[in-house]
């Protein structure tokens, strides 16, 4: 459970961090009222470990065991709303089923390699969050403006199941040298800062690609009739 007194603190103490501070940043801000973290880290697509995602997100508590976070792209102006995550304690992840665990991520290496980063904060606020709030958390993210359409004008298809990284290697060096320059931080710097926080195990389930099968989402159409009583007559259907 993230401690009440945590929550409490973070909530007056940055409420209004993230305006002041994503006025200077190039892609404005749009997160929603009540946003007490602002977050960058990266994800890539499930099945598409080299289909990279800088993600900002903006994120409010719902309760003392959960945040919710709209994640917008970096590369777009104005941002684009990339999709959703949903961040929950060691304690909530385990009471998952595992098929459920298996659409989660771990966080503990997001947090020890530095790639999350708390943009703006002083550095011992952001060890703090990462060390008591984040490092034994889950997140759940679906991106619904997917990575093929991040240049298109409008969202197209359907969303998309994103992961998190669990090792070194794994993502492209420039990437992460990229953020690092929009954001005015040293990655290198940021995981030595946080050497001291111990690594949680992580639950079984999560990071489910590491077991060797890949989920995916998919569209089904079924032929069916909808049942609706015959009262729609008034409808105009436009026809191209
Ligand atoms: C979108 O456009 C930007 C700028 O031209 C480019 O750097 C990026 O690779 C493009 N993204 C995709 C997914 O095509
Ligand atoms: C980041 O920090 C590391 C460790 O202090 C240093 O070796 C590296 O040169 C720095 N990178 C940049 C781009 O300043
Ligand atoms: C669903 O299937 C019907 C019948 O084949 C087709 O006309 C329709 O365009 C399909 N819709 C989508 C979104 O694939």
Redesign the pocket.
């Known amino acids: 459970m993230f401690s009440r007194q945590l929550i409490l603190a973070l909530s007056s103490v940055l409420a209004l961090l993230p305006q002041s501070l994503s006025a200077s940043l190039p892609f404005g801000h749009y997160g929603p009222e009540g946003t007490v973290l602002f977050l960058n880290g990266f994800h890539f697509v499930s099945g598409h470990s080299d289909?990279e995602i800088s993600a900002n997100h903006y994120c409010v508590i719902i309760r003392d065991d959960m945040l919710q976070c709209a994640v917008y792209n970096t590369?777009?102006s104005p941002a684009h709303l990339a999709g959703i995550e949903y961040i929950i304690t060691t304690d909530a992840f385990e009471t998952l089923d595992y098929e459920e665990r298996q659409l989660w991520h771990s966080h503990v290496y997001e947090i020890t390699s530095g790639f999350l980063i708390e943009p703006g904060l002083p550095s011992s606020v952001d060890h703090t969050i990462m060390k008591d709030v984040l490092v034994d958390t889950y997140g759940k993210t679906f991106h619904t403006w997917r990575?093929?359409?991040?240049?298109s004008t409008y969202p197209i298809g359907i969303p998309e199941l994103v992961m998190g990284y669990t090792g070194d290697d794994q993502i492209t060096p420039d990437f992460v040298t990229k953020r690092d320059d929009m954001f005015g931080v040293n990655t290198t710097e940021i995981k030595e800062s946080r050497s001291d926080i111990p690594p949680p195990p992580i639950v079984e389930g999560a990071d489910s690609w590491k077991y060797g099968y890949v989920l995916t989402l998919g569209l089904i159409n079924k032929t069916a009739d909808t049942n609706f009583p015959p009262n729609d007559k008034a409808q105009v259907v436009l026809h191209y």
């Open positions: 289909w590369a777009t990575y093929d359409q991040q240049n």
